[in-house]
């Protein structure tokens, strides 16, 4: 979670975020025109830049992003038990390398240094040499050749991918496979495997089922769902060409590159995926014939309410006449592009949301809790869909989650709603998009009070505070966002199952007991 907040508080306990900063720094033209200037030496030479800045502004720039349009980045992705990763690649004299302490650091203690010709490295117990310009090396006494010269730039010392399977195993002692053409090293018995199997009839719906838990991206073109797997180790099956007998799904096919697994299914009609058993199986089926048990990449809405036009929501007189079918409403922040906060080296935010997500909705549901979770993938959504998915469901409350590694503890937010003059945009039965949770602050502020009384009993460090933070102002229910750091300063605690579900059981705890006054709230 990423914004400025002050250390004030008020004798309640209760503090009011001030100073919250957008990220976002204006350039002077001046200053646009000189990191333009730089971008075009970068690319095409410094004589070459000068002639260019004295162009019209609009030919300037249409030159420097044409001539800038350097090939995208490649990068490795780095498959372990210890963490799965990615690393760029450096493209030297017609070979791809990759820098090896960074490759090591996130699998155990490294170290090196620059000796002259020398770079000498050490990973645990196990000493090696490499000398710049030379393909023979030494490790732990033994020697070995790169399938092209070692090359230390920038003080990184880099080896040729295609020598990793050789010399990796050397310091690992365990079985390194390397798909090189897709970019994928896969450290150990790391891999994930899938069935695929038709089932039902009429209609009928693909299975996949996985060895571990995945979380791909989902996408969606007529007669195509694709599912891309970039942080899962996934591999191929004994044919990466399936084939079923259904006229509305008819086949599959698996491919990988650029660091990736993807999984294409063909279809002759509109297709969604759902996904169950702790991310273990994925299903595909007809769109109107998906599960509405999970919300899934594939399945989100089409457009979001734009800043110009915002939308109005139905006011509270209106909502508590509706059904419930889902009495809580779950929200994983970030995910997709949005990562959030990088928790550590290899820990980032959407991942522990999610985690924190599917606690919380398991122990709800264990207290007798319908609940909704709005991200049950790495699926990037935007705040005003998060708002509208969550409104349509007309449920008691919503509570969002945040993970950081400052602070400790938990820290529980209701919102700040912005000034607006008396009625604001309101337009008879509806109500402003902006001023949506104005009638039902009181009971979030009394559910955020319950969550840390919760908190105390189980004497982990607890704050409530406020926040403009979105989308809670929003929400029609009662909306917290609840940030869990850890309780020391250990960030691998984060993603650890015993304090996550110390946390959210208190967080379920104390809905459960609010929840006749949540039931009967606006």
């Known amino acids: 979670m990423r914004w400025t907040r002050s250390s004030a508080s008020s004798e309640s306990g209760t503090s009011r975020t001030q100073g919250l900063k957008p990220g976002l720094i204006v350039a002077t033209y001046a200053e646009l025109m000189r990191r333009s200037s730089v971008v075009a030496c970068a690319f095409i030479g410094s004589t070459t830049a000068r002639a260019l800045a004295g162009l019209p502004i609009p030919l300037f720039f249409f030159f420097v992003i044409l001539l800038s349009g350097a090939a995208p980045e490649k990068h490795l992705s780095v498959y372990s038990v210890a963490a799965n990763y990615s690393l760029p690649l450096a493209q030297l004299n017609g070979h791809d390398y990759v820098g090896l302490l960074e490759l090591l650091e996130p699998l155990g203690a490294v170290n090196a240094r620059i000796d002259g010709e020398h770079w000498r490295l050490r990973y645990d117990r196990v000493q090696a040499e490499f000398t710049v310009g030379k393909t023979r090396v030494h490790v732990q006494g033994r020697e070995a050749d790169l399938s ?46 899938f069935t695929a199997s038709l089932t039902g009839e009429n209609p009928s719906r693909l299975v996949f089922n996985f060895t571990s838990p995945v979380r791909p991206t989902v996408s969606t073109e007529p007669g195509i769902l694709r599912m891309t797997f970039s942080r899962d180790p996934l591999v191929s099956p004994a044919s990466p060409m399936l084939t079923f007998g259904s006229k509305t799904i008819p086949s599959a096919t698996y491919n990988e590159g650029g660091g990736a697994a993807v999984i294409t299914v063909s279809s002759t009609a509109p297709v969604m995926a759902s996904f169950s058993n702790d991310g273990r199986t994925i299903t595909i089926a007809a769109a109107t014939n998906i ?179 979105r989308p809670l102002n929003n929400i029609t229910a009662a909306a917290l966002a609840v940030e869990v750091a850890p309780q020391g300063s250990d960030v691998a605690q984060l993603s650890a199952p015993d304090y996550q579900q110390l946390v959210m059981s208190a967080v379920a705890t104390a809905i459960a007991s609010a929840r006749d006054r949540l039931g009967t709230s606006p």
């Open 148 to 193: 092209a010269p070692f090359v230390i730039e920038n003080g990184r010392g880099l080896i040729p991918v295609s020598s990793l399977s050789l010399i990796l195993p050397r310091f690992l002692g365990g079985p390194v496979t390397l798909h090189q053409e897709a970019q994928r090293l896969f450290v150990g018995s790391v891999a994930t495997h």
């Open 291 to 469: 599960s509405q048990k999970t919300v899934s990449p594939a399945s989100l809405p089409a457009a979001s309410p734009s800043a110009a036009s915002p939308p109005s929501v139905a006011s509270a007189g209106n909502a508590s006449s509706v059904a419930r079918k889902y009495f809580a409403i779950v929200d994983a922040s970030h995910g997709g592009d949005d990562r959030g906060e990088a928790l550590s080296s290899s820990l980032v935010e959407k991942d522990v949301t999610l985690s924190l997500a599917r606690s919380l909705r398991q122990e709800l549901e264990s207290r007798g809790i319908s609940t909704l979770m709005l991200r049950d993938a790495d699926a990037n959504l935007t705040l005003d869909q998060r708002a509208g998915m969550a409104n349509a469901t007309h449920a008691a409350v919503f509570v969002t989650l945040h993970a950081s590694s400052s602070g400790h503890g938990v820290r529980i937010y209701t919102a700040i709603l912005p000034y607006e003059s008396s009625g604001g945009d309101d337009r008879g039965p509806f109500r402003s998009w902006s001023m949506a949770q104005l009638s039902y602050m009181p009971m979030s502020q009394v559910t955020a009070t319950s969550v840390a009384a919760e908190m105390q009993r189980r004497q982990i460090p607890v704050r409530t505070l406020l926040a403009p933070l």
